[in-house]
């Protein structure tokens, strides 16, 4: 089975209301399509990432594909291995940023591919450890006018749809209100839900320490991206001076980079997103490196992609899920959404990532 073309499109969509974390705002939503077809009329399709809000985002990731087009074209589509290996040239392509979320993209689009050649989800191809797998509802954003009461209805609410962990934003206020929007946060949740927070790399690491100490009291699951996501030391030093663990990885490219993300910031749990690490292949050779650290993988992002992998391998902890009715576009990308009940999501039965887009919808937020 031969590639007979690699095209890509980009889409855009704006959010219903504007979300903020400790370190940005995000007032779109934007994503790239990458579609690999081949001799035998079999296309894969790849949702990659969009790099929201960075300017001249469709002409990079289109002008990444362009050049990856000439090491693929005539290739063995099944051969995702080699077709990695050609992709990946860190003296220009890959290693890290955002060239290596492109190859991502495309490694989605193979793997898509490939299960849909042997017509089973991508998930029983890769394994199928899981039936259903955790999932915790991200949100807790900050927002202009959003009061304790506001926030505590907000993650209240993902409980009774049927969560049984959330994740809100810290960082982005002073520690003492911060500490107040957590405690009301628990309070609405109860004590039998999780409740994670995500600080998006904004404290130093004095102030990290200080935020886990004053949040320990509260039952937190973990304490994500406290600090830089180059510092390692600074996350070990943060994870050794309290007992909340240390979740990273969102911003980690490669097994190469969780190689030294395990060496060197030892965190408890990883966060690896398929869209950023360099697809299917490098993500389940990150999950089984933390396998063999006998460290849980709870994946960043895209729930849609996620669940199929995070039921594939045996450390699979949780997967973040986006209700749709936040984002226009990732609703449209997936028109069977993933349903949660009593705390579990599910993977669709479709071949594939088993994706069924909504092609109208989808064409009022093209771009390129």
């Known amino acids: 089975m031969k590639i007979t073309e690699i095209t890509v499109e980009y889409y855009r969509a704006p959010l219903p209301a504007a979300i903020s974390n400790a370190r940005y705002t995000y007032a779109t939503s934007e994503r790239c399509i990458v579609k ?17 809000g960075l300017a001249g985002a469709p002409q990079m990731i ?11 074209i005539g290739q063995d589509a099944l051969a995702v291995e080699r077709l990695w290996q050609r992709m990946w040239n860190p003296k220009l392509i890959g290693r890290r940023g955002f060239t290596t979320r492109v190859i991502s993209a495309v490694d989605i689009a193979l793997w898509d591919l490939r299960a849909k050649a042997f017509g089973v989800p991508v998930g029983i191809l890769l394994g199928a450890c899981h039936e259903r797998i955790p999932a915790y509802v991200a949100g807790g954003y900050y927002a202009p006018g959003k009061g304790l009461r506001d926030l505590a209805s907000e993650m209240a609410g993902y409980v009774e749809r049927g969560a049984r962990a959330v994740k809100m934003k810290v960082g982005g206020a002073a520690l003492a209100e911060d ?14 839900t999780r409740l994670l927070v995500d600080a998006n790399n904004g404290y130093s690491v004095y102030e990290a320490v200080q935020a886990a100490r004053r949040l320990e009291e509260l039952d937190v699951y973990w304490l994500e991206e406290p600090v830089m996501p180059d510092n390692y030391r600074g996350l070990r030093e943060v994870g050794r001076a309290t007992s ?9 490219y490669t097994r190469y980079g969780f190689r030294d993300l395990l060496e060197h910031g030892q965190p408890g749990i990883l966060n690896p997103d398929v869209q950023f690490v360099g697809g299917v292949t490098e993500f389940m050779k990150i999950a089984a490196l933390a396998q063999a650290h ?4 709870a994946p960043h992002g895209y729930h849609d992609l996620h669940v199929q992998l995070a039921t594939a391998i045996p450390n699979g902890l949780l997967v973040e899920y986006n209700p749709p009715e936040w984002d226009p576009l990732v609703a449209a990308l997936q028109v069977n959404g993933l349903v949660l009940a009593d705390g579990y999501v599910s993977p669709p039965g479709g071949p594939g990532f088993g994706l069924v887009m909504d092609e109208v919808a989808l064409a009022a937020y093209r771009v390129l």
């Open 36 to 52: 690999v077809t081949t001799d035998e009329g079999i296309t894969g399709v790849g949702v990659g990432d969009g790099g929201t």
């Open 62 to 72: 289109a002008g990444t594909v362009e050049s990856l087009r000439p090491v693929l």
């Open 179 to 192: 500490v107040k929007r957590v405690a009301a946060v628990r309070a609405a949740v109860g004590t039998g």
């Open 244 to 252: 909340i663990p240390m979740a990273s990885g969102e911003n980690e």
């Open 294 to 297: 006998d460290i849980p993988v």
